[in-house]
């Protein structure tokens, strides 16, 4: 298989499995979280609150933090060896400390080929002004 014949599936990968966070995100599926998030998961969310796996998903759990709706845009992905990053645009519909917030954001989120599969190891998203 050719390098490129390689980064194209390492695209696809890191695509459905960006698409499958985002999902169990707005459906609370706190298991299927666990499950994507590495251990060593670093979220820094546009607010500037830096989170952990565990933390992280605490806050989906405790309903502090609830994700409505999240569309991405733009999106590039860019593959280095076992490691995609993902960039672009997004949309997030959010409840956060009891008040609804729409944030329109540019983000990172980086992946890494890991056993038994991809995980996501990183997050940053800066607040584009309303």
Known sequence: MSDSENDN???AAALRAEDARYAAQMAGDLDALDALFADD???IHS???RDTKASFIESLRSGKVVYRNMTRADTNVRVFGNVAIIT???V???TAGGADKTLNVLFHSVWIK???GLQFVSWQATRLPD
């Open 88 to 90: 672009g645009g997004a």
């Open 41 to 43: 998961l670093d979220y």
């Open 9 to 11: 599936g390492m695209i």
């Open 92 to 94: 997030f519909e959010v």
């Open 47 to 49: 607010s500037t609150v």
């Open 114 to 116: 890991r056993e038994p």
